[in-house]
């Protein structure tokens, strides 16, 4: 007994590829940490084996652009005509009948509730003051998204139809949902010029990949029977898809045009960064700048309340197909056109309004006796998690910890005394049969005293290509070395770091507090109802907004952009989360249970097991979630390439602006594939 007991640790500590893949990147690190003194080219790629490629990207393209620009501004001359016609029928219509309008349609989809909200939206709309610019910003969604639907329908089909099409298509499809959305502002900034068509451009373009995908998956979707139904009745191909394909799949599209709905949304204030429209977005961007913030959060919650509204329609549209008494839709408007008859030379102009005008003076007044009541708290708050953990993350121990921040200098024994400290654990680790988990004890402990931002680009390489091949194989292992090498030569390595420390530090702390909340949401269902209108809130909120309420309290700086960061990509860990731990199936609970487990034991060795594979896809939402509000998030004090982008587009400097883009997508494209990969490993084991 006692021999086996003895030769248990000896078989249980064998070398797996997720120890060997630990163990390669660790000899790289330490190798590059010791020879930094006589080869600093090891730690720091020198600044004369960068490659122009920046110049050359933007050469490239101002070439091709330059071509194309007649044909660009025609369709945006085109695009005018609808834009403007748009404009004057939202800006002349009177505003009972807009109201009016809309509560018909919410009691036509979901009856009284959803007439409610559309109602008591659109008020909250016309007490703001902002009617006028909320119908613009209404306008360019009601342009943007037709186009959107029309090319992402399109797109969708021409893959179905086409099968060798689909891969590029998906290709296409994931670049363009990684790439930051201020990336390609610059080039369409140079085709289009600068006005309100342009910002309808780029609504259309970061509209249209979600109808796509959507597109793609119904038609996938479809049953094989009744595809063949369609063939045998003798319809021709159009016939089959047109009537037969398409309606079948009409649930799965049109959430794809919930998604496009939201995604249009989401683009206003972006847009209005190079529109110059008299929009909401516009309305939100300037108070931000002149620190007006109960203005701000007044124009930012004018957006959410158009979030939410049209999401909460769109959504019954697609899923519900239920629809109430059209008798009462009718007496909705004629009681609206009544209204405004008989009121008409009485109807107040929506834009001088100004009844919410106190609230949002209340609530700078607020926020300024606030900060100055609690300003202490408040800056030691950011001040000690910029200090204790930020900061040592960003540049390392031996760097962040001084007089002035920790009270005492870092100095080599304590780096020493750290990596013992780091050794001691990864072998207690090790001899309890834990050598992966000890190894990357030894790695974290080097990454914390050197600092995210500091690290070797060789360590950082193999490390990448370590988890690739442990993910993925040696495809994605190669694919991630050869993609990451493009930044290094390009000159972006440095900046490429700071965003990947960031990004990192916010979905690491997403992961723990989104999992944590996730976890008490599954266990007890009245946290959930708690929990779920605020995810409902969260999910509906256009990124820019988030940067209000952090900008309200903590400023202008790096830990606002983190908070920031954190709001926006925590959502999907909790929804994730919750979904994996609640959707155990029975048969394995009731084995559980049967066998005498506690609830602990349960949640532990059975569910938390299961779920593995549906929180890991929620981790890959939050880590594309966080990298999509980090340029966003540059806004308010980042530095990295999220900065870059937002400089490019002030500069109009493509080459700048689409390289550090396509370096921030890398980065996505590369942790998204990493944690698929694991995530479908973990769906392999579970025989799923």
Same mark, same amino acid.
Request: net charge neutral; hydrophobic share 60%.
């Given at each position: 007994?006692?021999?086996?007991?003895?030769?248990?640790?000896?078989?249980?500590?064998?070398?797996?590829?997720?120890?060997?893949?630990?163990?390669?990147?660790?000899?790289?690190?330490?190798?590059?940490?010791?020879?930094?003194?006589?080869?600093?080219?090891?730690?720091?790629?020198?600044?004369?084996?960068?490659?122009?490629?920046?110049?050359?990207?933007?050469?490239?393209?101002?070439?091709?652009?330059?071509?194309?620009?007649?044909?660009?501004?025609?369709?945006?001359?085109?695009?005018?005509?609808?834009?403007?016609?748009?404009?004057?029928?939202?800006?002349?219509?009177?505003?009972?009948?807009?109201?009016?309008?809309?509560?018909?349609?919410?009691?036509?989809?979901?009856?009284?509730?959803?007439?409610?909200?559309?109602?008591?939206?659109?008020?909250?709309?016309?007490?703001?003051?902002?009617?006028?610019?909320?119908?613009?910003?209404?306008?360019?969604?009601?342009?943007?998204?037709?186009?959107?639907?029309?090319?992402?329908?399109?797109?969708?089909?021409?893959?179905?139809?086409?099968?060798?099409?689909?891969?590029?298509?998906?290709?296409?499809?994931?670049?363009?949902?990684?790439?930051?959305?201020?990336?390609?502002?610059?080039?369409?900034?140079?085709?289009?010029?600068?006005?309100?068509?342009?910002?309808?451009?780029?609504?259309?373009?970061?509209?249209?990949?979600?109808?796509?995908?959507?597109?793609?998956?119904?038609?996938?979707?479809?049953?094989?029977?009744?595809?063949?139904?369609?063939?045998?009745?003798?319809?021709?191909?159009?016939?089959?898809?047109?009537?037969?394909?398409?309606?079948?799949?009409?649930?799965?599209?049109?959430?794809?045009?919930?998604?496009?709905?939201?995604?249009?949304?989401?683009?206003?204030?972006?847009?209005?960064?190079?529109?110059?429209?008299?929009?909401?977005?516009?309305?939100?961007?300037?108070?931000?700048?002149?620190?007006?913030?109960?203005?701000?959060?007044?124009?930012?919650?004018?957006?959410?309340?158009?979030?939410?509204?049209?999401?909460?329609?769109?959504?019954?549209?697609?899923?519900?197909?239920?629809?109430?008494?059209?008798?009462?839709?009718?007496?909705?408007?004629?009681?609206?056109?009544?209204?405004?008859?008989?009121?008409?030379?009485?109807?107040?102009?929506?834009?001088?309004?100004?009844?919410?005008?106190?609230?949002?003076?209340?609530?700078?007044?607020?926020?300024?006796?606030?900060?100055?009541?609690?300003?202490?708290?408040?800056?030691?708050?950011?001040?000690?998690?910029?200090?204790?953990?930020?900061?040592?993350?960003?540049?390392?121990?031996?760097?962040?910890?001084?007089?002035?921040? @920790?009270? /005492?200098?870092? $100095?080599? +024994?304590?780096?020493? *005394?750290?990596? %013992?400290? &780091?050794?001691?654990? #990864?072998? !207690?680790?090790?001899?309890?049969?834990?050598?992966?988990?000890?190894?990357?004890?030894?790695?974290?402990?080097?990454?914390?005293?050197?600092?995210?931002?500091?690290?070797? @680009?060789? /360590?950082?390489? $193999?490390? +990448?290509?370590?988890? *690739?091949?442990? %993910?993925? &194989?040696?495809?994605? #292992?190669? !694919?991630?070395?050869?993609?990451?090498?493009?930044?290094?030569?390009?000159?972006?390595?440095?900046?490429?770091?700071?965003?990947?420390?960031?990004?990192?530090?916010?979905?690491?702390?997403?992961?723990?507090?989104?999992?944590?909340?996730?976890?008490?949401? %599954?266990?007890?269902?009245?946290?959930?109802?708690?929990?779920?209108?605020?995810?409902?809130?969260?999910?509906?909120?256009?990124?820019?907004?988030?940067?209000?309420?952090?900008?309200?309290?903590?400023?202008?700086?790096?830990?606002?952009?983190?908070?920031?960061?954190?709001?926006?990509?925590?959502?999907?860990?909790?929804?994730?989360?919750?979904?994996?731990?609640?959707?155990?199936?029975?048969?394995?609970?009731?084995?559980?249970?049967?066998?005498?487990?506690?609830?602990?034991?349960?949640?532990?060795?059975?569910?938390?097991?299961?779920?593995?594979?549906?929180?890991?896809?929620?981790?890959?939402?939050?880590?594309?979630?966080?990298?999509?509000?980090?340029?966003?998030?540059?806004?308010?004090?980042?530095?990295?390439?999220?900065?870059?982008?937002?400089?490019?587009?002030?500069?109009?400097?493509?080459?700048?602006?689409?390289?550090?883009?396509?370096?921030?997508?890398?980065?996505?494209?590369?942790?998204?594939?990493?944690?698929?990969?694991?995530?479908?490993?973990?769906?392999?084991?579970?025989?799923?």
């Amino acid at each position: 007994m006692s021999a086996s007991v003895d030769v248990l640790p000896v078989q249980s500590a064998r070398l797996t590829a997720g120890s060997w893949a630990a163990l390669i990147t660790l000899v790289v690190g330490a190798v590059c940490l010791a020879l930094e003194p006589i080869a600093p080219w090891l730690v720091t790629w020198p600044a004369a084996w960068v490659l122009p490629a920046t110049d050359w990207v933007g050469t490239g393209l101002a070439w091709f652009l330059n071509g194309i620009k007649p044909v660009a501004r025609l369709f945006s001359d085109i695009m005018a005509y609808p834009m403007n016609w748009a404009n004057f029928v939202l800006g002349k219509t009177p505003w009972p009948i807009v109201i009016g309008v809309v509560t018909a349609l919410g009691w036509y989809l979901g009856g009284l509730a959803m007439a409610s909200l559309g109602f008591f939206g659109l008020s909250f709309v016309l007490a703001s003051g902002y009617w006028a610019e909320s119908m613009n910003t209404l306008a360019l969604v009601a342009v943007s998204v037709p186009v959107a639907l029309i090319v992402g329908g399109a797109i969708g089909i021409l893959a179905n139809e086409i099968p060798r099409l689909k891969s590029i298509v998906q290709a296409v499809l994931d670049v363009m949902q990684t790439v930051p959305t201020f990336a390609y502002l610059t080039p369409l900034l140079l085709l289009f010029g600068f006005g309100p068509v342009v910002g309808l451009i780029a609504s259309a373009i970061y509209a249209a990949p979600p109808m796509a995908r959507n597109v793609m998956l119904g038609l996938e979707r479809v049953e094989h029977e009744v595809k063949e139904a369609a063939i045998m009745s003798g319809g021709n191909r159009f016939q089959q898809l047109f009537q037969v394909e398409i309606p079948s799949a009409a649930t799965q599209i049109m959430v794809g045009v919930n998604q496009c709905l939201m995604a249009a949304l989401s683009m206003v204030i972006i847009a209005a960064v190079i529109g110059g429209f008299n929009d909401i977005g516009w309305e939100v961007l300037l108070t931000m700048r002149k620190a007006q913030f109960g203005e701000s959060l007044l124009a930012g919650l004018v957006i959410v309340v158009f979030a939410v509204v049209i999401d909460r329609m769109s959504g019954v549209l697609a899923t519900e197909r239920q629809r109430h008494d059209t008798r009462v839709v009718w007496a909705i408007l004629a009681f609206a056109a009544v209204f405004t008859v008989a009121f008409w030379a009485r109807l107040p102009n929506p834009s001088e309004l100004t009844l919410l005008d106190p609230v949002a003076q209340a609530v700078d007044q607020g926020l300024t006796d606030f900060t100055l009541t609690n300003g202490a708290w408040l800056d030691a708050l950011k001040n000690n998690s910029m200090f204790y953990v930020l900061l040592p993350l960003r540049i390392g121990l031996d760097q962040a910890v001084l007089p002035f921040t @920790w009270g /005492f200098l870092w $100095t080599p +024994a304590m780096s020493y *005394g750290l990596f %013992a400290a &780091g050794a001691l654990m #990864a072998l !207690l680790m090790a001899w309890r049969g834990h050598v992966t988990g000890g190894l990357t004890v030894l790695i974290a402990v080097g990454m914390l005293e050197t600092g995210i931002a500091n690290l070797p @680009w060789p /360590f950082v390489l $193999t490390g +990448a290509a370590a988890l *690739g091949w442990v %993910a993925g &194989g040696r495809r994605l #292992a190669v !694919l991630s070395v050869v993609l990451l090498s493009t930044i290094l030569v390009s000159g972006l390595w440095e900046r490429a770091l700071l965003s990947l420390y960031l990004s990192g530090a916010a979905v690491f702390s997403c992961a723990v507090v989104g999992g944590m909340i996730g976890l008490a949401s %599954a266990v007890w269902e009245p946290v959930w109802k708690v929990v779920r209108p605020i995810c409902d809130m969260l999910q509906t909120i256009p990124l820019f907004v988030f940067l209000i309420p952090v900008l309200m309290v903590f400023q202008i700086g790096e830990f606002s952009a983190f908070l920031a960061i954190c709001a926006y990509a925590i959502v999907p860990m909790i929804r994730y989360t919750r979904h994996g731990l609640v959707n155990t199936p029975d048969e394995m609970m009731e084995a559980a249970i049967s066998s005498g487990a506690t609830e602990w034991q349960i949640m532990r060795d059975v569910r938390a097991p299961y779920a593995a594979p549906t929180i890991l896809l929620g981790l890959n939402q939050t880590i594309l979630y966080a990298f999509a509000m980090l340029v966003i998030a540059a806004l308010i004090g980042t530095t990295g390439l999220g900065q870059s982008i937002y400089l490019a587009l002030g500069q109009a400097d493509v080459g700048l602006g689409i390289s550090a883009g396509a370096a921030m997508a890398i980065l996505a494209l590369i942790a998204d594939r990493m944690v698929q990969g694991f995530a479908e490993e973990k769906r392999k084991a579970l025989g799923l």
